[in-house]
């Protein structure tokens, strides 16, 4: 069986719009046991707001994570609001690949032990909400971003 699964290919995935023969958590855990040399993140949603949705950005939810071998990334996103791990590795910014391509920046406590990784995307999948397996607070925004629309 390949390691290699075409939805990796996204930076940003709508769970619901995964044909259903698509294992995410599967194909994840199959790119990191083959060995990945760079920080490999995707954010994931139930699905993207639109531009004619009335919450829009305000309002999505989302769920950023990553794969590195040992260590994993996790964040929260609510509207303009982020939330990390309470126990999450690093302290400060680190770089990341979007979709193992586009370098993105993730915030201080973000990068936490595989296993945590893959219990809160097994979770985010079945429920669509932000795990409950995982301890959050408010995260840190990248400098320059606002944490309210302009």
């Known amino acids: 069986m390949s390691y290699w699964a075409p939805v990796l290919e996204r930076g940003w995935i709508a769970v619901d719009d995964l044909p259903p023969e698509v294992d995410l958590l599967a194909a994840v855990k199959q790119l ?34 990553g794969v590195f071998n040992e260590t994993g990334v996790l964040t929260w996103r609510k509207g303009f609001s982020l939330w990390a791990p309470t126990r999450g590795l690093n302290t400060e910014w680190e770089d990341a690949r979007l979709a193992g391509f586009y ?48």
């Open 103 to 150: 370098e993105v920046g993730i915030p201080p406590r973000s990068i936490v032990p595989i296993d945590v990784v893959y219990t809160a995307l097994a979770e985010f999948l079945s429920t669509g909400s932000r795990p409950t397996s995982v301890e959050w607070e408010l995260g840190e925004r990248m400098p320059g971003i606002p944490s309210e629309p302009m």
């Open 32 to 65: 990191n046991e083959h060995g990945v040399e760079v920080l490999w993140v995707w954010e994931l949603a139930s699905r993207w707001a639109g531009e004619d949705d009335p919450e829009g950005e305000e309002q999505q939810e989302s769920l950023t994570i």
